[in-house]
Every structure is written in structure tokens, then in C-alpha cells.
Nanobody
Framework: QVRLVESGGGSVQPGGSLRLSCAAS????????MAWYRQAPGKERELVAT???????NYADSVKDRFIISRDNAKNTLYLQMDSLKPEDTAVYYC????????????????WGQGTQVTVSF
């Protein structure tokens, strides 16, 4: 099982930016797909963005045109560039290594890292 360590979170004002990183314990080039999830207090964990082994990306409607997911296979690292942050983006962000099924949906692995906190407020 791949081990994932998230980092890069912090506190910013609305409209600010953050770049999250997820370091993997093995070559992510061998992983079918990766994703970012987030979970706010009292809410269910939600899928934010996915990226396939070929670099195909998909985003939740709430973050489209604001977030960019990318992967650097040489560094075994997944990234999430977060721009134009809003208070509703406040959550703990987790990365995940999973698969994209024949229907195009992302299927997550139940092994999670510790996550990284993102707080957007004045």
C-alpha cells in the first residue's frame, strides 16, 4: 500500500492562494489515478479533483477554474494549486491513490494520510 503525506496547508484570506503537496512512498507513475479530497467539520469527505495516469483531470463544480491538480512522477508527488480561495474551501485536505473505473468515476483507496489543514478567513 502506497503511503501518502500531505503538506502545504495554512491560513489565508479570501482570494489568496495555497499549493498543496502529497509525497508518495513509491512511484506514482505506477498508480492509475490520484485525487484530492477534503473534509470540513460536520461534513462528509468530498472529492475535489482527480488526475489519471495520462494526465486527464476532473474537478468538482465548486472548485472548477480555481484549483489545478497535477502530478510530477519523477518526484513522486501530487499537487493541488488553489487560487481564489473562499471561506467554504476551509477543510482538511487529503490525497488519495485509487482508480478510475470504466464508467469514468474515481474509486478511492481507504488508506489515507494525515491530511493538511486549509483555513480561509479574514
Amino acid at each position: 500500500q502506497v503511503r501518502l503525506v500531505e503538506s502545504g496547508g495554512g491560513s489565508v484570506q479570501p482570494g489568496g492562494s495555497l499549493r498543496l503537496s502529497c509525497a508518495a512512498s513509491e512511484s506514482i507513475g505506477s498508480i492509475d489515478a490520484m485525487a484530492w479530497y477534503r473534509q470540513a467539520p460536520g461534513k462528509e469527505r468530498e472529492l475535489v479533483a482527480t488526475i489519471s495516469s495520462r494526465g486527464f483531470t476532473n474537478y468538482a463544480d465548486s472548485v472548477k477554474d480555481r484549483f489545478i491538480i497535477s502530478r510530477d512522477n519523477a518526484k513522486n508527488t501530487l499537487y493541488l494549486q488553489m487560487d481564489s480561495l473562499k471561506p467554504e474551501d476551509t477543510a482538511v485536505y487529503y490525497c488519495n491513490a485509487g482508480i478510475i473505473g470504466p464508467d469514468g468515476s474515481y474509486y478511492y483507496n481507504h488508506y489515507w494520510g494525515q491530511g493538511t489543514q486549509v483555513t480561509v478567513s479574514f
